[in-house]
Nanobody, 125 residues
């Protein structure tokens, strides 16, 4: 069974930063597009950021543009989500997911085949 493991979540004050990690030992992440999604209580899952396998191009949702950055570390087989200037409305469970598609999308969760279990991010004073 393919396992994606997210880590790095926690409690942070508004304006603070967190870096989430998504790793697996089951395959090479460089060969897949990777997306970060989040789901707050009572809300639908929302695409946050993604990175394409074809050319490394990244896409961000408008709600996080300029604050969140997705990146890869090939040597560590890990994809990161650097989250800065966090707001209370960023509070959610964050999931990473992989897609065989060479171009990623933050608007199509159905594109993604494998999902991690999620990590909780809480932004509160």
């Amino acid at each position: 069974q393919v396992q994606l493991v997210e880590s790095g979540g926690g409690l942070v004050q508004p304006g603070g930063s967190l870096r989430l990690s998504c790793a697996t030992s089951d395959f090479t992440l460089d060969f897949y597009s990777v997306g970060w999604f989040r789901q707050a209580p009572g809300k639908e899952r929302e695409g946050v950021s993604c990175i394409s396998s074809s050319d490394g191009r990244t896409y961000d949702a408008d709600s996080v543009k300029g604050r969140f950055t997705i990146s890869r570390d090939s040597a560590k087989n890990t994809v990161y989500l650097q989250m800065n200037s966090l707001k209370p409305e960023d509070t959610a469970v964050y999931f990473c997911a992989t897609a065989a598609a060479r171009v990623c999308s933050v608007r199509l969760p159905s594109l993604y085949d494998y999902w991690g279990q999620g990590t909780q991010v809480t932004v509160s004073s």
